[in-house]
């Protein structure tokens, strides 16, 4: 069962004037803008509509009714830009609100007031939090938007109206709470026909002759009878830019040029913040309704835009313009604060800058994956699976030194794998082991190097590691784990390779 919010801002600029410059509290005052070579009121205070000072109104006349009268300038983006953030904000009630232009809020509210108890604390909870922020508004909520719409602002009885009864509701309410046309109002008050129920009942037939197919549909929409549409706001990324063509893009230099121009304006915004991208994303908005998208990343916060394109530049081709492109966002979802760049990532040469590695990294990432390079640092552990752990970027710093006085094979396995071995007991090397099939015969041996289990993180039985070495010359890193007992047979594993 859908349920739908209206929120209406009674004064919605009036109240932002006054959240910003509070003293104007109590005294009359307008915003005015020029209109056909006239400064017309566009919205008054409180206060001067007491005087009789309304919106339309010639400031003339209005600075002739009260001399004193406070005249401020009126944006006439201001409402749309105040609207869509308290859509946002908006949000934490709904995930579905969309602006209704020039002052209210719709809400999607199908099952989400049972969050607050009941549909009376929900709708309780969203007026009274923007009355305390310090907007004066009406709220309804009802099947319908138009009922809900109608209902915020038309009607004194109970905010909500129950499943099904929107007719009921507006019987009372004039033929405004509708939103028919100004032209169609007039000529129903002409006729007498003041409230809702004075015509509702009229055939179908009767109203479109009358009054226009628009009054019908308006109708539906209200008892439900038809849909209507519902756009919610989609909050904007916080590094997004977008880029339309006039004619479909077909082709990759098309392609590379709309990249090139959407990667300088997002740069020059992450320059101007002190941020980087460390992801980077690209949508193709095709005119047969597909999105084609490619996603790029970087090893360290990046603003440069030729660096960055380098990347894309290895993903054109998957782009797939079908008829053409007609809209192209590039958006960064995930940015970092870019710190002191050092001079060199280590002491080989002064070329080797931080930089150009990081750029060096990403270029082969983006050719060969992301799972093809790794850096490890080293960590505070006995334990070798636990010993090393996954930098991040280029920027991480170890906690710790790498351990240089054990002997460690170069190729250590993920998990150690299980060996079948013939050794000696109790702490002999293995004489021989098989792995994978084969039967390596051992020629050297060094060990056993014992490693206990890290008993604060885990339980487990102690691991004897030995260094051996098979008649072909490969070397292995194998353990035994546990000891050799009076009914224990412990079980061997290989671990890793030495160079």
Same mark, same amino acid.
């Given at each position: 069962?859908?349920r739908?919010?209206?929120?209406w801002?009674?004064?919605? /600029?009036v109240?932002?004037?006054l959240l910003r410059?509070p003293e104007?509290?109590?005294k009359p005052f ?6 056909r070579?006239?400064?017309?009121v566009?919205?008054a ?9 309304e919106a339309?109104?010639?400031?003339a006349?209005a ?5 004193e009268l406070?005249?401020?300038d ?8 105040l /609207? /869509?953030?308290?859509?946002?904000w908006a ?5 579905l609100?969309?602006v209704?232009l020039p002052d209210?809020?719709i809400l999607d509210?199908s099952?989400?007031a049972?969050?607050?108890g009941s549909?009376?604390?929900y709708?309780?909870?969203i007026?009274?939090?923007?009355k305390?922020?310090?907007? $004066?508004?009406r709220?309804a909520?009802?099947d ?7 209902v915020?602002?038309?009607s004194?009885?109970?905010p909500?109206?129950?499943p099904?009864?929107?007719l009921?509701?507006?019987?009372q309410?004039p033929?405004h =709470?509708?939103r ?6 007039e000529k129903?008050q ?6 809702i129920k004075s015509?509702?009942?009229?055939p179908?037939s009767?109203?479109?002759r ?9 109708i539906?929409k ?5 849909q209507e549409?519902f756009e919610?706001v ?8 977008r *880029?339309?063509?006039l004619?479909?893009?077909? #082709? =990759?230099t ?8 959407l990667?300088?304006m997002l740069?020059?915004r992450?320059v101007k913040?002190g941020?980087?991208a460390?992801?980077a994303? /690209?949508r193709?908005?095709?005119?047969d309704g597909e ?8 090893s360290?916060?990046s ?5 960055m ?7 054109i081709s998957?782009?797939?313009p079908a008829?053409g492109i007609e809209?192209f966002?590039m958006?960064?979802?995930v ?6 760049a050092q001079?060199a *990532?280590? $002491?080989?040469?002064?070329?080797n800058k931080m930089?150009a590695?990081?750029?060096l990294l990403?270029r082969?990432t983006?050719?060969?994956?992301a799972d093809?390079?790794?850096r490890y ?5 006995h334990?070798p699976?636990?010993?090393?752990t996954e930098?991040?970027?280029?920027t991480d710093?170890?906690? #710790?030194?790498w351990?240089t006085?054990?002997h460690r094979p170069?190729q250590?396995?993920a ?7 013939s050794?000696?007991v109790?702490?002999?090397p293995p004489?021989?082991?098989?792995y994978?099939? $084969? ?5 050297k041996?060094?060990g056993p190097s014992?490693?206990e289990?890290?008993w604060?993180?885990s339980d487990?039985?102690?691991? $004897? ?6 008649e072909?010359?490969g070397?292995y ?5 546990g ?8 079980e061997w594993?290989i ?5």
């Amino acid at each position: 069962m859908k349920r739908y919010v209206a929120i209406w801002f009674r004064h919605l /600029l009036v109240d932002r004037v006054l959240l910003r410059q509070p003293e104007l509290a109590g005294k009359p005052f307008a915003l005015a803008a020029k209109e056909r070579g006239r400064m017309l009121v566009k919205a008054a205070s409180r206060d001067a509509q007491k005087l009789g000072i309304e919106a339309g109104m010639v400031l003339a006349d209005a600075r002739a009714v009260q001399p004193e009268l406070e005249v401020l300038d009126y944006d006439p983006l201001l409402a749309e830009k105040l /609207l /869509l953030a308290l859509a946002e904000w908006a949000i934490r009630y709904s995930p579905l609100v969309a602006v209704d232009l020039p002052d209210g809020l719709i809400l999607d509210a199908s099952g989400c007031a049972h969050l607050w108890g009941s549909e009376t604390a929900y709708l309780k909870d969203i007026a009274s939090r923007l009355k305390a922020s310090g907007y $004066d508004v009406r709220t309804a909520m009802a099947d319908t938007i138009g009922a809900a719409w109608a209902v915020a602002r038309y009607s004194r009885a109970f905010p909500i109206i129950e499943p099904g009864e929107q007719l009921s509701a507006l019987l009372q309410l004039p033929p405004h =709470a509708l939103r028919l046309d100004a032209a169609v109002v007039e000529k129903m008050q002409k006729l007498g026909l003041y409230q809702i129920k004075s015509f509702i009942y009229m055939p179908p037939s009767v109203l479109r002759r009358r009054f226009g197919q628009g009054t019908l549909d308006q109708i539906g929409k209200a008892l439900g009878n038809s849909q209507e549409a519902f756009e919610p706001v989609c909050p904007v990324e916080p590094y997004q830019e977008r *880029l339309s063509s006039l004619e479909p893009i077909r #082709t =990759a230099t098309g392609i590379e040029i709309a990249i090139q121009k959407l990667l300088e304006m997002l740069c020059a915004r992450l320059v101007k913040d002190g941020k980087g991208a460390r992801q980077a994303v /690209l949508r193709c908005y095709r005119i047969d309704g597909e999105i084609q998208q490619v996603a790029i990343g970087t090893s360290g916060p990046s603003c440069s835009a030729s660096h960055m394109f380098k990347l894309f530049e290895l993903k054109i081709s998957s782009i797939e313009p079908a008829l053409g492109i007609e809209l192209f966002v590039m958006e960064a979802p995930v940015v970092e604060h870019l710190g002191n760049a050092q001079e060199a *990532l280590w $002491d080989l040469s002064s070329a080797n800058k931080m930089t150009a590695i990081a750029e060096l990294l990403d270029r082969l990432t983006a050719r060969a994956g992301a799972d093809v390079i790794h850096r490890y640092l080293p960590a505070q552990h006995h334990w070798p699976e636990r010993a090393i752990t996954e930098a991040v970027s280029l920027t991480d710093q170890p906690q #710790t030194d790498w351990r240089t006085d054990q002997h460690r094979p170069v190729q250590l396995l993920a998990e150690p794998e299980r060996i079948i071995v013939s050794a000696p007991v109790p702490d002999y090397p293995p004489m021989l082991f098989r792995y994978k099939g $084969d039967i390596h015969r051992i020629k050297k041996a060094d060990g056993p190097s014992r490693i206990e289990q890290e008993w604060w993180i885990s339980d487990g039985l102690h691991r $004897d590691y030995y260094a051996v070495e098979d008649e072909q010359g490969g070397r292995y890193w194998i353990f035994r784990l546990g000891h050799y007992g009076e009914e224990t047979n412990p079980e061997w594993f290989i671990h890793g390779f030495f160079a």
